[in-house]
Each structure stands twice: as C-alpha cells, then as structure tokens.
C-alpha cells in the first residue's frame, strides 16, 4: 500500500451512521460524526485530492436540466463539471458531498416502483451510506485506480456491516447498480454525480461478479481501469469478509 497521507479524516453528517461501521479497519461511528484513517481503511491510497463541486449548485442549475437534441445529459454534466467543480484535498467535504448525492439518488418515494418488496427504506439507508464512503475511491484518467477501500466490494462490506446474508447483500447490489438502473434513474445518477466530479462507473456485470463501484472522471480509460481492477480484486475482497461477525457467536 502507498500512503501519501495519513491525516486522520473527521466529518459530521446530518445523519448518524450504523455504529457497526467500526467492524472495518480504521472506521469509527460516534453517531453522527465519522473518522476515518487512512492508513487502516484503505487497501492502496495514492491521491488526497477529489474532484469537487457545490451540491446546492448541482440542485439549482443541472438536476432540473433536461438533455436536448443538440446536448445530451452526459454532456451537460461534462460541461457543468468543467464550470463549477474543484480539486480539494478535504475529504471531509467530499464525504459529506456525497451524502448529499445519495440521500437524493437513494430517497423513499423510488421504493414503490423498484419492483423489489424485500427492499425497504432501511436498506436505502444502507445504501446512502455504503455509497458516502465509496465516494473515496478514486479513478485516474489514465484508467489506474488510484485509492481503494473495502466500500468498493458494496455487497463485502454491507454484509459485514449490517449482518447481511449473501442473498440479501447481493439484491442490495442489484439496487445500487442493477436493477435501479432504469433510463429515469440512470438520467438522475449522471446529474447528480456531477457534484462528485464524474459519473459512476461499474467494474461488475451482475451480483455475483462484485467488482463495485466507483466515481469516475469523465475521459477515464475504461480499459486500463477493467485490468487494474481484475488484478486486485479478488484477495482484496477476501479481506472484507475476513472481518464478517457470525450473529451466532
């Protein structure tokens, strides 16, 4: 692992967390307010610096735009992040960015139309959260995945967090990026991400793939990003479950 920095990263959210975030290496939950060191948490962290632009900003002038003949969504997005975003090194700001991004992407009134009853609005809630610290990992332009934690394995560390069994872990995922998908959606995602300076990228095909999830910018190299990925996935997903608790114990 390279560490360039290993400043301990304190953030309060609206929300308070699950306390068993903790269960995770260099994680710790006082309700509301978040640490994170870098040293412990991450599996590599080469770059504290995020592409970053005003939530508020995001709500006022693009979630509201609609794409034209002329301008697709992607490109409003593209255009919007090029205007209004920033490169920062306060990764509290991007936490509490992304919490921002999720409650609104992950909020109740979709549940009806998911077409998944098991899915309920504390799951969302799961997925807001997952989805906030996911918003650490970085993607460089050459395609190198340049910062990694356990929340890029989404159905690994949401099973060792909240107790999921591998069934409900995966439908999970599903929800974050499968079966949410549709264009409405899809549509939102772009929007959104905006704020986090790229669009969500996904490295899996389906559940069982699992190789997650990460906030791209925009011109990444997809096919230096797809063997990055392959070759470290597996050994680094086997250290999230490591940390899995038996609720029988």
């Known amino acids: 692992m390279t560490t360039i920095d290993t400043t301990a990263i304190t953030v309060e959210l609206p929300d308070a967390f699950d306390p068993r975030w903790s269960r995770l290496p260099g ?27 005003d939530w508020e900003l995001v709500k006022s002038q693009l979630l509201d735009v609609d794409e034209t003949t002329e301008s697709a969504v992607e490109q409003l997005a593209l255009d919007f992040i090029k205007q209004h975003s920033e490169s920062t090194s306060d ?11 999720y409650a609104y992407l992950f909020r109740e009134e979709h549940l009806a139309g998911l077409g998944l009853p098991q899915i309920t609005a504390d799951h969302l809630r799961m997925l807001r959260e997952a989805a906030t610290l996911m918003a650490l990992n970085k993607v460089e332009l050459d395609g190198r995945i340049s910062n990694v934690g356990p929340c890029w394995f989404f159905p690994a560390a949401t099973s060792v967090v909240f107790d999921l069994d591998d069934e409900m872990g995966g439908m999970l995922d599903e929800v974050y990026h499968g079966g949410w998908f549709n264009e409405h959606r899809r549509t939102e995602s772009i929007k959104a991400h905006a704020a986090l300076g ?34 470290f996935k597996a050994g680094w997903i086997e250290q999230v479950y490591a940390h899995r608790v038996n609720p029988a114990a």
Request: with cysteine; proline share 4%.
């Open 27 to 53: 994680v710790q939950v006082d309700g509301r307010r978040i640490t994170i060191d870098p040293a412990e948490y991450f599996f590599r962290f080469e770059s504290n610096t995020w592409l970053v632009a």
């Open 91 to 101: 990764a509290a700001r991007i936490l509490a960015t992304a919490y921002e991004v």
């Open 198 to 231: 790229g669009r969500l990228v996904h490295g899996c095909q389906s559940v069982p793939d699992q190789s997650g999830g990460v906030v791209a910018p925009y011109g990444a190299s997809m096919a230096n990003f797809r063997d990055d990925l392959a070759a």
